[in-house]
């Protein structure tokens, strides 16, 4: 998962951008104990009364709820900072089901971000372009020659025109490339 940007690449120190990555890595797909330590999760009080099934129910909750908040948090970067957004359609299953891509991206909380997100760009005015999935990380963002492969390079090198550049930033400047392209062919030609 990366995202890029008109103004840069990926190592654009924006906020939103730095806690995406700090989320995805703490709750992509921990278990519910390393969730609970990684998001220092406050430690709930037992009351009396309150039967375990309960204190791991409320657990869940705080959890989720936390999840939820900096889904918000970060929708609203991208919808403030950004006027189109560009996203790839993907199968998000079929990506978690992949051990190399199993461990940067959750189903659910990757599904609830993008609905969250184009539910606020939305309200803003923003548009959310999404974009086919295909050649996004084997074309050179440089050049835009096919350079092959397989998911366990995570680094692209264009033979071609000498880009070297993070897999997924090679990828994310395709699909802006491409959603800009679309952006820009619904445009109305018209003079108004
Ligand atoms: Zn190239």
Redesign the pocket.
């Known amino acids: 998962m990366a995202v890029t940007s008109m103004a840069g690449s990926a190592t654009t120190g924006a906020w939103w951008m730095r806690r995406w990555t700090k989320f995805m890595q703490q709750v992509g797909v921990a278990s519910d104990a390393n969730e609970l330590r990684g998001l220092r999760v406050k430690r709930l009080e037992v009351q009396p009364g309150l039967i375990q099934a309960q204190v791991v129910a409320r657990r869940h909750e705080r959890i989720a709820n936390r999840r939820k908040g900096t889904l918000h948090k970060l929708a609203r970067g991208y919808v403030n900072g950004f006027d189109v957004i560009t996203v790839e359609e993907l199968n998000v299953s079929g990506m978690v089901q992949n051990h190399h891509l199993a461990r940067s991206i959750s189903d659910a909380a990757w599904s609830a971000f993008r609905q969250i997100r184009t539910n606020k760009a939305a309200s803003a005015g923003r548009r959310v372009i999404a974009v086919a999935p295909h050649f996004t990380s084997q074309k050179?963002s440089?050049?835009?020659?096919y350079?092959p492969k397989s998911l366990s390079v995570r680094t692209h090198v264009?033979p071609?025109?000498?880009?070297v550049d993070d897999r997924d930033v090679n990828a994310a400047k395709n699909i802006l490339r491409k959603g800009l392209d679309e952006a820009i062919a619904d445009c109305p030609t018209g003079t108004g």
């Open positions: 050179c440089g050049c835009g020659e350079v264009c071609y025109c000498g880009l």
